[in-house]
Nanobody, 119 residues
Framework: QVQVVESGGGLVQAGGSLRLSCAAS????????MDWYRQAPGKQRELVAG???????MYADFVKGRFTISRDNAKNTVYLQMNNLKPEDTAIYYC?????????????WGQGTQVTVSS
């Protein structure tokens, strides 16, 4: 099993920055990848950014050029640096960790961290 804990959310004005952290513990040797999702009120959860093997990253179009995902493998932690925040970035941000448990890949979610951007 993998435990996932997010932190770093808060209230910020438009144009400001926040840095989210996601720490994984437990069966971390089996982690495949770590992603950030978000869910705004009344909307579906959506992928924001993903950290892949070899240091590769993927981003949703709506955050390209503003958000940066990075990963510290030694700490089993993934970060999301969010710059030039907009009110529409307001959401609960979740970390998803995909790991091999036994013979299957499983997803583990954190409890989420609230990001609120005021105009």
């Amino acid at each position: 099993q993998v435990q996932v804990v997010e932190s770093g959310g808060g209230l910020v004005q438009a144009g400001g920055s926040l840095r989210l952290s996601c720490a994984a513990s437990g069966s971390t040797f089996s982690i495949n990848f770590m992603d950030w999702y978000r869910q705004a009120p009344g909307k579906q959860r959506e992928l924001v950014a993903g950290s892949r093997s070899g240091g590769n990253a993927m981003y949703a179009d709506f955050v390209k050029g503003r958000f940066t995902i990075s990963r510290d493998n030694a700490k089993n932690t993934v970060y999301l640096q969010m710059n030039n925040l907009k009110p529409e970035d307001t959401a609960i941000y979740y970390c998803n960790v995909n790991a091999r448990i036994g013979i299957a890949d499983r997803s583990f979610w954190g409890q989420g961290t609230q990001v609120t951007v005021s105009s």
